[in-house]
Nanobody, 124 residues
């Protein structure tokens, strides 16, 4: 069992930055990817970024490449999402998730454990 808690969301103006954190507890050694997803009102939940827990490979959605950076601190069992140059289109609930099955990083069904989410609101 893995328990995930996100933090760091908030309200910023366009062009601003936020850093999201995801603290994991429990048996995290089976995770393949740690990912960040987001869901805006009326839209599907989509993959934003992921990182392989056993290495340093990172993956990003095209919409956030060059603006967002995912990283991890294995000692703290924490994954971060640094979000720069935020746009109003980035407004969404952001969720941290743990994948224990591998496969394609952005497939939601591959992620077994999910946090409760943290809201990010970007105003123009």
């Amino acid at each position: 069992q893995v328990h995930l808690v996100e933090s760091g969301g908030g309200s910023v103006q366009a062009g601003g930055s936020l850093r999201l954190s995801c603290a994991a507890t429990g048996y995290t050694y089976s995770t393949i990817y740690m990912g960040w997803f987001r869901q805006a009102p009326g839209k599907e939940r989509e993959g934003v970024a992921a990182i392989r827990t056993g290495g340093s490979s990172t993956y990003y959605a095209d919409s956030v490449k060059g603006r967002f950076t995912i990283s991890q601190d294995n000692a703290k069992k924490t994954v971060y999402l640094q979000m720069n140059n935020l746009e109003p289109e980035d407004t969404a609930m952001y969720y941290c998730a743990a994948n224990i099955d591998g496969g394609i990083w952005y497939v939601r069904g591959r992620y077994k454990y999910w946090g409760q989410g943290t809201q990010v609101t970007v105003s123009s």
